[in-house]
């Protein structure tokens, strides 16, 4: 890691999807980036290499977020001189979408435990270090999901999203003292290498019943990070920002 004026930002996940979207957008506001990933160097590098050429600054950190020593060594590396502005967590595994009916109680267990675990330390350490600063900003990705049905097959990914929803509240509670907001943003489909094996025909129907007419891109969803990331959402904490061009609407 180089040394930096820029303030800083770690991106969990930030090498693919959403996550990759989100360093670069982030890079582009100025911020030295860690692009963190846990298996695909290759795509970490790429990320690195994008921000780089388009004049910004970033590097790649290896570290598994489901493991709360490599998630404690992370934070480290990607603060430089123990700065942290942002802490984006983002990372999260694929699935396959399974009936409750079928879907073993070691397998629902798992899902939900990595979910939190893939934030838990990433959080306790991001506080220590913003809250010694007296600022900071946190956004985890959560999913529309987390509302409950129509989504088949969901329940696991949902329930584990709608747990980190509500760990975020009480997170909000307890750091706005310390200088520090904390939101989620809560996409709806968004078109990334996870999710494109949705049949062509679910992708269809989702771009038929979404108001603003089309399936999400990730930078979709980064600039809506950036905005909560960022001066615009200076008095915004512990609020669910949906992400879905409106798809929702018809059942809030
Ligand atoms: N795509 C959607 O439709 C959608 C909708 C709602 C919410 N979301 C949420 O958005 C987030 C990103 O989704 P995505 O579709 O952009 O995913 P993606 O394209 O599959 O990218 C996943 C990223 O997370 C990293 N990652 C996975 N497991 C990790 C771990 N244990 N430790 C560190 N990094 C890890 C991957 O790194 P490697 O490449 O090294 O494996 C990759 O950078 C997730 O939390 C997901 O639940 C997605």
Request: contains cysteine.
């Amino acid at each position: 890691m180089k040394a930096t004026t820029k303030p800083t930002a770690l991106v969990t996940g930030g090498s693919r999807g959403i996550g990759a979207a989100t360093s670069r957008v982030l890079a582009a506001r100025g911020f030295h980036v860690a692009v963190n990933y846990v298996s695909n160097r290759e795509a970490a590098d790429q990320v690195v290499k994008l921000i780089e050429t388009d004049g910004g600054e970033a590097f790649a950190v290896r570290a598994d977020v489901h493991d709360p020593g490599q998630s404690a060594e992370l934070l480290k590396r990607s603060a430089t001189d123990g700065r942290l502005d942002v802490l984006v967590c983002n990372a999260g595994a694929r699935f396959t979408p399974t009936p409750v009916r079928t879907l073993a109680w070691d397998d629902f267990r798992t899902k939900v435990a990595d979910e939190l675990a893939s934030v838990y330390t990433l959080t306790q350490h991001a506080l220590a270090l913003m809250g010694a600063r007296g600022r900071g900003r946190i956004v985890y990705v959560s999913s529309a999901a987390a509302d409950g049905p129509p989504a088949p097959g969901m329940a696991a990914h949902g329930t584990a999203k709608a747990a980190l929803n509500t760990f975020a509240r009480f997170v909000a509670h307890e750091a706005g003292p310390l200088g520090i907001n904390i939101n989620v943003v809560a996409p709806g489909y968004v078109r990334t290498e996870s999710s494109a094996h949705m049949p062509r025909e679910f992708q269809r129907r989702l771009m038929a019943n979404t108001p603003l007419g089309r399936v999400a891109e990730p930078e979709d969803v980064a600039r809506a990070i950036a905005m909560l990331v960022g001066e615009e959402a200076r008095f915004v904490t512990g609020e669910v920002l949906t992400v879905d061009g409106g798809y929702g609407l018809a059942r809030r």
